[in-house]
């Protein structure tokens, strides 16, 4: 590909551009940005932008949570009602991603996006800024710079869009804040902060907050086959079961992996008020999504389809399984298991 520096048509910092080789399908109208604020991203070309201006911090955020969550790379396409698959793939060619990328990110409209996006709490905000200096931190103790090396005593962008802030200004309204709280300890260098380092209170309102997030949270981790012959079970049967009783069904898309849990998968787990665990196909990540599940005390709903239920592994077959017949008595069954152990979410009604 070929690279170019411009400006980023989200936030407009000085970015590194890439285009589709000569020849290859849509080369003219859709580019990667590599973005110090908003990180790695693909857009088509998108007229009435500038209408929108006000609210970009919003998507520039949005695009740091789906890289966060691993949905990679967010993929901006003005009216993508009416992308297919065959034209994702076109997009891909000269590129290293492929259709079988892990959590290869679909479509998404950015008119819609906008509309759709709300601005958090200032108590949101500041969460949102400490879980991601956490992840940053190696251990307790460790000192985190907050200087951007590539701009000229400038703090980094990229915690702007983590932390869902407008503006330089804004973080630098969190961070002094978070300081004052003594949620952090801050090394005063002028004109900004060159580092922070998490206290313990800091810590244990990280912890406490893991918690108190998990019992409010609407979010249901699903761990399923994703294969194609069981798309329809989630579209028609797992996601309107989870949707009727007031909470939203995650799926994650990617590939087979055989001894360790994916860092992202284990944080959305963490954030998930329950798992539903469908064991049809035999898949071993569903058996370690689980496991890793019940070792941290969040409650599954196990389900297989019958003609698969002789396969289960024979320490797991004493526990109750949602033996299901078809996608129906599925969606069905979940329903009544769901508002039987959860209830209705709250104002869901």
């Given at each position: 590909m070929d690279k170019e520096i411009s400006k980023c048509p989200i936030c407009g910092e000085v970015v590194n551009i890439s285009r589709p080789v000569a020849g290859s399908n849509n080369a003219t109208t859709f580019k990667y940005y590599e973005c110090p604020r908003c990180g790695i991203f693909r857009m088509m070309d998108w007229t009435g932008i500038d209408q929108y201006r006000e609210s970009l911090f919003l998507v520039s955020a949005w695009i740091r949570e789906q890289s966060r969550m691993q949905f990679y790379p967010p993929f901006l396409v003005p009216d993508c009602d009416g992308f297919t698959n065959d034209m994702l793939r076109n997009t891909l060619q000269g590129s290293s991603l492929s259709m079988e990328t892990p959590y290869l990110a679909k479509p998404t409209d950015p008119v819609g996006l906008v509309k759709s996006l709300t601005?958090?709490?200032?108590?949101?905000?500041?969460?949102?800024?400490?879980?991601?200096?956490?992840?940053?931190?190696?251990?307790?103790?460790?000192?985190i710079s907050?200087?951007?090396?590539?701009?000229?005593?400038?703090?980094?962008?990229?915690?702007?869009?983590?932390?869902?802030?407008?503006?330089?200004?804004?973080?630098?309204?969190?961070?002094?804040?978070?300081g004052k709280r003594g949620l952090l300890e801050i090394s005063p260098t002028v004109p900004i902060p060159s580092a922070v380092l998490i206290t313990a209170k800091g810590w244990d309102f990280l912890e406490t907050n893991r918690h108190k997030n998990r019992k409010d949270s609407k979010k249901v981790f699903v761990a399923m086959w994703f294969h194609e012959s069981m798309d329809s079970t989630y579209n028609e049967a797992i996601a309107p079961a989870t949707k009727e009783a007031g909470y939203v069904s995650?799926?994650?898309?990617?590939?087979?992996?055989?001894?360790?849990?994916?860092?992202?998968?284990i944080a959305n787990i963490r954030s998930s008020k329950f798992l539903i665990a469908d064991f049809s196909g035999q898949r071993n990540s569903v058996y370690y999504e689980t496991g890793f599940a019940q070792g941290l005390g969040i409650p599954v709903i196990l389900c297989v389809r019958k003609k698969d239920a002789k396969c289960l592994s024979f320490d797991t077959r004493q526990y109750n399984y949602i033996i299901w017949e078809d996608k129906k008595d599925l969606k069905g069954r979940l329903i009544d298991r769901i508002k039987a152990l959860f209830g209705q979410y709250p104002g869901s009604d």
């Open positions: 601005i958090p709490s200032v108590t949101e905000k500041q969460l949102k800024l400490m879980q991601s200096l956490e992840k940053g931190t190696k251990y307790p103790g460790m000192r907050l200087i951007d090396t590539a701009s000229k005593n400038g703090i980094r962008r990229d915690l702007i869009a983590k932390s869902w802030c407008k503006n330089e200004e804004e973080l630098h309204f969190y961070i002094e804040s978070l995650f799926r994650v898309d990617r590939v087979e992996y055989i001894d360790k849990i994916d860092d992202k998968i």
